[in-house]
């Protein structure tokens, strides 16, 4: 089985300072995870995504998490936040390629960010 | 990435009436298929998955009966909502991915605001 908490609901920063968004994962399988950006009546659009290779991923936008197997954690961070940043973001898990769980995506909670000017 | 294309993009229908969602995949042969639903300021619920040819499986606590996914062909996948209700006014979205490929995800649609009255 697997699951992801985001820890927060809402955060909120100034513009241009650090943006951290907490997700924690649990499988029982080796995991792929995902970080997604949703802008209100919008799709998600894909931030980064972890699949076995470097366990610290860039993303776009300036987006980058760091996998820690030892915390389950896969924690988005960005240096410095943007107004545009503002949106509502998800963290996600599923199994790797040749699983059961291949493609089918668990989602967190959702973490509302605000920036402030 | 990949490009699924999900239509409509918004719904308006009458309650008692049904609506079909079509999901599709542009550029690749998507032998699985996920159907998601989103509540106003929640996050996204796996409602089901199909496979190309075979009946789909639903998650617990989806009617079957009420939310139809055909999976006819590899490119085409589709949800209808029989006898809607104001309760099933939600955002639908799909995603689509292909065994046997390297894809480490499966690709999302722009997903679909249905609202019924």
């Known amino acids: 089985a697997q699951s992801v908490t985001q820890l927060g609901s809402h955060v909120s920063v100034s513009e241009g300072a650090l943006v951290l968004l907490r997700c924690n994962y649990s499988?029982?399988?080796?995991?792929?995870l995902f970080w997604y950006v949703q802008y209100p009546n919008q799709g998600l659009q894909l931030l980064l995504k972890y699949t076995s290779a470097a366990t610290l991923v860039k993303g776009i936008n300036g987006f980058e998490a760091e996998f820690k197997k030892s915390e389950t954690s896969f924690h988005l961070t960005k240096p410095s936040a943007h107004m545009s940043d503002a949106a509502e973001y998800f963290c996600?898990?599923?199994?790797?390629?040749?699983?059961?769980?291949?493609?089918?995506?668990?989602f967190g909670q959702g973490t509302t960010l605000q920036v402030k000017p | 990435g990949a490009v699924v294309s999900q239509h409509p993009s918004w719904v308006i229908c009458k309650s008692g009436t049904s609506v079909k969602i079509e999901c599709r995949s542009l550029d690749f042969q998507a032998t699985t298929m996920f159907w998601y639903r989103q509540f106003p300021k929640q996050s996204l619920m796996l409602m089901a998955t199909s496979n190309e040819g075979s009946k789909a499986t639903y998650e617990q606590g989806v009617e079957k009966d009420k939310f139809l996914i055909n999976h006819a062909s590899l490119t085409l996948s589709t949800l209808t909502v029989t006898s809607a209700h104001p309760e099933d006014s939600s955002f639908y979205i799909c995603s689509a991915d292909s065994w046997g490929s390297l894809n480490t995800e499966a690709f999302f649609g722009q997903g679909t605001r249905l609202t019924v009255v």
């Open positions: 996600a898990v599923s199994g790797r390629r040749g699983s059961s769980n291949t493609g089918k995506l668990i």
């Open positions: 499988s029982s399988v080796p995991p792929y």
